[in-house]
């Protein structure tokens, strides 16, 4: 069984920073791609910002030039760098993973259980 283990949020005022963290652990062969998402109220789950295996990133466009991810893949381990964060970032963030179980096995996605980030005064 792999889960996916996201730490770091909590509450920040507007304009500070935070660092998720998304720890993977259990039977894994190798780690595909690594995913943030989040989750506002009311609000439908999107895709923060994605990291290839390889290295490539991309961003949504809310969070360009504010917001880093990073892996170690020594570690199983992603991150997501938030700087000069805004309200409108408050949201669940959820962390989500594309995993080879077993050598030859096929690809199985696992999601985190949330961390909340809110971003208030």
């Known amino acids: 069984q792999v889960q996916l283990v996201e730490s770091g949020g909590g509450l920040v005022q507007p304009g500070g920073s935070l660092r998720l963290s998304c720890a993977a652990s259990?039977?894994?062969?190798?780690?595909?791609?690594m995913d943030w998402y989040r989750q506002a109220p009311g609000k439908q789950r999107e895709l923060v910002a994605q990291?290839?295996?390889?290295?490539?990133?991309n961003y949504a466009d809310a969070v360009k030039g504010r917001f880093t991810i990073s892996r170690d893949n020594a570690k199983n381990t992603v991150y997501l760098q938030m700087n000069s964060l805004k309200p409108e970032d408050t949201a669940v963030y959820y962390c989500?993973?594309?995993?080879?179980?077993?050598?030859?096995?096929?690809?199985?996605?696992?999601w985190g259980q949330g961390t909340q980030v809110t971003v208030s005064s």
């Open positions: 259990g039977t894994i062969f190798s780690i595909n791609a």
């Open positions: 989500k993973a594309v995993v080879r179980v077993v050598i030859l096995g096929g690809l199985t996605v696992f």
């Open positions: 990291i290839s295996s390889g290295g490539t990133t």
